[in-house]
């Protein structure tokens, strides 16, 4: 999908629709005018008819006369003042569903006079994301579902047209970033393995100008990644920890560190999961999606901060060789771990991360995981569940949040959380007693994070969110652009 943008008349415009964004009771105006009065008054006709009230995300057809030069015109709902990026995604992903299943492969999208940049940001996001498809599995590719190819933005003048210019580019590259992280979380598991993984994030890097460093099984026991390990036995996929680094303005400053989990597939192990709960388990490495996502857009922006990408990858997975519970492990700088049960395998794959994160002297970490199913019964499907260590780093991640879009909500991490991880063999034990679920993951985690650090647990977010109209089904490349947005805003060196 392409989107440009110039300055241009909608009512000469080549293209197979025009599509109008009006605000919430506005009447229209401008060019928006231009248009309804080439087609005869066919849209004003249409919101007072009452047909049509703008509310962000309604969408109306309409079919104009001759007086344009499409026969298509769609009114999009462009919201009421609310958040302007957020109305803009909502329009954006209702101009791609408003013009689906029709014969329609170019539109031009009519841009207000004086068009908000963050507007006109959030709208082409919204294209971008709403225009995703994952069909490469499907035979043949079924035509009368495929998506507008081109996009054209038409602003009122020429100097509009270059002023949002940046905006579009920055638009194409978060779209960028959480399709990508879509390709990934959709891939299925037997085309996915973590050295598969590990090759997608090598060539990430080679693309955009990051460094990249991949250990395998060898470096991973001799440099003591024990947890790793530990989770990665059972499976006959060998593991990988990933690092991608951004070097920004200041190679020698104190990066900001991203971590990823990255299971591929999580059977639960020995503990192993019912058959509908390994269903959606390709999923478990949507942390390590939003992670190399980001990295991707990081390097395409060329943000000033020095930032380090981590993914610690690997299967879960039942056999012979499998670990067990009871098993003692030993993560990377030496905390032992005493596992109890073999599904809480994503806090042992990232404690090797976090202790591994302690050598690069972060200025900050923060990681994303598919960590716990209890973060689905708290928040459902529309909000992370945020915890961390330190206030100014969980406000950034709150504002990075905003800017993108993508909804966290915060929970307690008070140290009386730390006592049901107390083991009688080992340093710490990797489940508590039941209770506070995603409380206990994170608890876990912070017993590695001796430096300000932020944990999302993206269960619920990563996957499955419907009635918003930028999320077609499935991955949604949650926390690519929450990460994108961190990096950027975060302090220059
Ligand atoms: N990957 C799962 C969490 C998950 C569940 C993500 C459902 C998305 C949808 C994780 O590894 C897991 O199995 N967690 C356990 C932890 C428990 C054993 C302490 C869980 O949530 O049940
Ligand atoms: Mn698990
Ligand atoms: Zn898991």
């Not at 101009?95 to 170019?106: F, Q």
């Not at 598919?370 to 945020?386: E, S, W």
Request: charged share 20%.
């Amino acid at each position: 999908m392409q989107v440009t943008i110039r300055s241009g008349d909608p009512v000469a415009e080549r293209c197979d629709a025009v599509v109008v964004p009006v605000a919430a009771h506005a009447a229209l105006s401008g060019p928006a005018a231009a248009v309804d009065a080439a087609a005869g008054g066919a849209l004003s006709a249409v919101a007072a008819l009452g047909d049509f009230d703008g509310k962000a995300g309604s969408t109306r057809l309409v079919h104009a006369g001759a007086g344009l030069e499409t026969r298509r015109v769609l009114l999009v709902g462009a919201g009421s003042g609310g958040d302007p990026a957020e109305d803009g995604r909502l329009t954006g992903g209702a101009a791609v569903g408003g013009l689906a299943g029709m014969t329609v492969r170019s539109a031009a999208v009519v841009l207000p006079e004086g068009a908000d940049a963050r507007f006109v940001q959030g709208l082409v996001e919204g294209l971008a994301l709403a225009s995703y498809r994952f069909d490469r599995y499907r035979t043949p590719p079924d035509e009368e579902t495929a998506p507008v190819e081109a996009f054209t933005l038409l602003a009122a003048a020429e100097s509009d047209a270059r002023g949002l210019s940046a905006a579009v580019d920055r638009a194409l590259i978060l779209g960028d970033a959480a399709c990508l992280a879509r390709d990934l979380v959709n891939e299925p598991p037997n085309h996915l393995a973590p050295a598969a993984l590990a090759g997608r994030a090598v060539q990430v890097a080679d693309e955009h100008g990051l460094r990249s460093l991949v250990l395998g099984p060898a470096e991973l026991t001799e440099q003591g990644f024990g947890a790793l390990l530990g989770v990665s036995r059972g499976s006959a996929e060998e593991p990988r920890f990933i690092v991608l680094e951004h070097a920004g303005e200041d190679a020698g400053a104190t990066p900001l560190v991203l971590v990823g989990k990255g299971i591929t597939f999580d059977s639960g192990g020995l503990s192993i999961k019912t058959g509908k709960g390994m269903e959606d388990m390709k999923t478990d490495m949507a942390g390590a999606a939003a992670v190399l996502g980001a990295m991707q857009a990081i390097g395409r922006l060329g943000c000033r901060q020095r930032v380090i990408g981590l993914i610690s990858a690997t299967e879960n997975m039942t056999g012979p060789r499998a670990q067990r519970p009871g098993d003692v492990v030993r993560s990377y700088g030496g905390v032992t771990i005493e596992v109890l049960n073999t599904d809480a395998e994503g806090r042992l794959v990232l404690s090797d991360a976090l202790g591994y994160a302690a050598t690069l002297k972060p200025a900050a970490v923060v990681d994303a995981a598919t960590l716990t199913g209890a973060a689905i019964v708290a928040l459902g499907h529309h909000a992370a569940a945020l915890l961390g260590t330190d206030e100014p780093l969980l406000l950034a991640v709150e504002s990075a949040a905003a800017a993108a879009g993508e909804r966290v909500w915060r929970l307690p991490l008070w140290d009386v959380y730390d006592e049901p991880l107390k083991s009688k063999v080992a340093d710490i034990k990797n489940i508590g007693d039941g209770g506070a679920g995603t409380i206990i993951g994170a608890a876990f985690l912070k017993r590695f994070a001796s430096y300000p650090w932020a944990h999302l647990d993206i269960a619920g977010t990563a996957w499955d969110v419907k009635d918003v109209s930028y999320h077609p089904s499935r991955a949604t490349g949650y926390g690519a652009r929450l990460f994108t947005e961190l990096a950027a805003n975060w302090p220059s060196p």
